[in-house]
């Protein structure tokens, strides 16, 4: 496992802390998990604006659109 050291100012870290205790994780599960998410989202939002045109073409607008057709 690789290594990776940040900065962080106390208030970030005072942050931190308060989440990691209070869901009863350590800081750096913490902070890999959100730089997980962090990754899913950025990547679903790529696809999102690849395929947008495509979903705009065939008339769905917005996420509710797609919903209701296959509901």
Known sequence: MTMLSIRID????????RLAE????????????MLRRQAAVYALRQVQATLRPYAERAGYLTDDDFFWDFS
């Open 10 to 17: 106390d208030a970030l870290d005072a942050e931190l802390a």
């Open 22 to 33: 209070a869901m009863q994780r350590n800081k750096s599960d913490l902070v890999r998990d």
